[in-house]
């Protein structure tokens, strides 16, 4: 019988590179949300991976933000830098468009890492002119990786390879969760998450930003004899002038946010939904300590 093989395996890098479509693909769930839009990871996400003999957990960060703005960025920083206390294999996730002028933060904890550190190429298959391997000489002369993988992690080109490549670095270990979990978080936490992922999706500029979802109840009912889950969820803004936005002319933007968002939330826990959104106003809840605990912000999650 093999040894059971566990550890942490935390995706690292700049926002919009494509970590939380990375992860998705390595665990065969959604658990992250993914928008074009940087800065659609708030939180820290672990995504389980287990089978008899290993278990997989994945650590999906924040991407650094080099010039924080808000309380609430600073602590997305911390979610980031995390990632290295408590690695046992780090993925530095890149893509063929990225620029790094060499005074980024982030490359002075990687470069002093000693866990496996494997660097990965995405968007690989937007290559047009061949910028791959220039870009893989020089991240490999500037950082000592252990590995390099060029992939898509949209298509899930060589992402078996990668994944191959953990499980042979994993090292022995019990399970830390139980094996039919994917993740640590709550159901309500990835409602919560779809939602907030339907508002980046269908409004502009700096609106989805300065929004904020908590699903304050959560509960399977029965309804005409048909079970259906009961979705009450308040969406914060942090002005006033951004209220009547997002409930739209005569109600017109929240009910077709809510429509989106049940629907989505329909596929992801695969049975009916009802869901009831509510807007409310508490001004510069970015910067605001109180606020940001009760988001999650300030609890190292």
Not at 17 to 38: C, D
Request: charge should be negative.
């Amino acid at each position: 019988m093999n040894a059971h093989k566990s550890g942490f395996v935390n995706i690292i890098g700049n926002p919009n590179v494509g970590k939380s479509t990375l992860m998705n693909a390595l665990t065969g769930e959604k658990m992250s949300i993914i928008t074009s839009k940087p800065q659609t990871t708030r939180h820290r996400i672990l995504g389980l991976l287990s089978d008899d003999d290993f278990q997989i957990v994945f650590s999906d960060t924040p991407g650094v933000i080099e010039t924080p703005h808000y309380g609430m960025q600073n602590s997305m920083n911390k979610f980031a830098y995390s990632s290295f206390e408590d690695a046992d294999i780090l993925l530095f996730v890149t893509d063929i468009f990225e620029q790094y002028n060499g005074d980024e933060k982030i490359l002075k904890p990687l470069a002093e890492t000693e866990v496996p550190k494997l660097l990965i190429i995405n968007k690989t298959d937007l290559d047009t002119e061949s910028k791959a391997d220039s870009i893989r000489e020089k991240w490999m002369s500037l950082i000592n990786f252990d590995q390099c993988f060029m992939i898509s992690a949209e298509k899930k080109t060589n992402t078996s390879d990668l994944l191959a490549a953990i499980l042979q670095l994993l090292p022995e270990g019990p399970a830390y969760y139980p094996k039919d979990e994917i993740s640590d978080r709550p159901e309500r936490f990835f409602a919560a998450e779809i939602i907030r992922e339907k508002i980046l999706q269908q409004y502009k500029q700096e609106v989805p930003y300065s929004c904020e979802v908590v699903v304050h109840r959560f509960k399977e009912e029965t309804k005409k004899d048909q079970p259906i889950l009961m979705i009450y969820a308040d969406i914060y803004v942090d002005r006033k002038s951004q209220k009547p936005i997002i409930i739209g002319k005569a109600g017109e933007a929240i009910k077709k946010l809510g429509i989106s968002s049940r629907q989505r939330l329909e596929e992801f826990f695969g049975q009916h939904v009802f869901l009831d959104l509510n807007v409310k106003i508490k001004e510069n809840w970015r910067n605001d300590e109180k606020m940001l605990r009760y988001f999650g912000y300030e609890d190292g999650r």
